[in-house]
T-cell receptor
Framework: EADIYQTPRYLVIGTGKKITLECSQT?????MYWYQQDPGMELHLIHY???????EKGDLSSESTVSRIRTEHFPLTLESARPSHTSQYLC??????????????FGPGTRLTVT | GENVEQHPSTLSVQEGDSAVIKCTYS??????FPWYKQELGKRPQLIID?????GEKKDQRIAVTLNKTAKHFSLHITETQPEDSAVYFC?????????????FGAGTQVVVTP
């Protein structure tokens, strides 16, 4: 089934650890995004990508990095996790822009807790 | 850049009543305005969207209106039901943004009480 997947769904990790949050979509979308969201709160764009080997930083400054080596895969990495990184991370994708649809499809999210 | 303001931040309504959420945007170049619903513990999902060449759009109990001159758009939910309880986000996208980036409002927590 065409969808957008995120793993892990929940992660509790100690300060200083390196972590990678995985995001994959099987919808053939070219554009992908990472948002940071505290529960029920505003969505903050932290990274986005137009396609393979194309990544940009979003509006909210983040210490994370991303890569886009394959169209369907857009992982986010934190080299050294800190308690301030505790949040929910949502991945999203959208199709090539057409006259009819500009929808962003969201993954289920990864809830990260750094102790 | 674009700035989207959303009001109110919380909204409590009796089941069967109507709910209205309002958003204003700053960039007159914005031309696409989606609304997302996020239930507790779930992912945001698109419920309705409107483009700048349309003034109103309806889908069953939900409708969105757009006033380009005043740069504001609103979500209307009629005959509210308990399953309408969620956080609702408005967003705007600039016509010149080929990246498809959305600027989201801060969200409205809607609680429908039986």
């Amino acid at each position: 089934e065409a969808d957008i997947y995120q793993t892990p769904r929940y992660l509790v990790i100690g300060t200083g650890k390196k972590i990678t949050l995985e995001c994959s979509q099987t919808m053939g979308h070219d554009k992908m995004y990472w948002y940071q969201q505290d529960p029920g709160m505003e969505l903050h764009l932290i990274h986005y990508s137009y396609g393979v080997n194309s990544t940009e930083k979003g509006d909210l400054s983040s210490e994370s990095t991303v890569s886009r080596i394959r169209t369907e895969h857009f992982p986010l990495t934190l080299e050294s996790a800190r308690p301030s990184h505790t949040s929910q991370y949502l991945c999203a994708s959208s199709p090539p822009r057409t006259g009819s649809s500009s929808e962003q499809y969201f993954g289920p999210g990864t809830r990260l807790t750094v102790t | 850049g674009e700035n989207v303001e959303q009001h109110p931040s919380t909204l409590s309504v009796q089941e069967g009543d109507s709910a209205v959420i309002k958003c204003t945007y700053s960039d007159s170049a914005s031309n696409y305005f989606p609304w997302y619903k996020q239930e507790l513990g779930k992912r945001p999902q698109l419920i309705i969207d409107i483009r700048s060449n349309v003034g109103e759009k309806k889908d069953q109990r939900i409708a969105v209106t757009l006033n380009k001159t005043a740069k504001h758009f609103s979500l209307h939910i009629t005959e509210t039901q308990p399953e309408d309880s969620a956080v609702y986000f408005c967003a705007a996208r600039r016509t010149t943004d080929s990246w498809g980036k959305l600027q989201f409002g801060a969200g409205t927590q809607v609680v429908v009480t039986p």
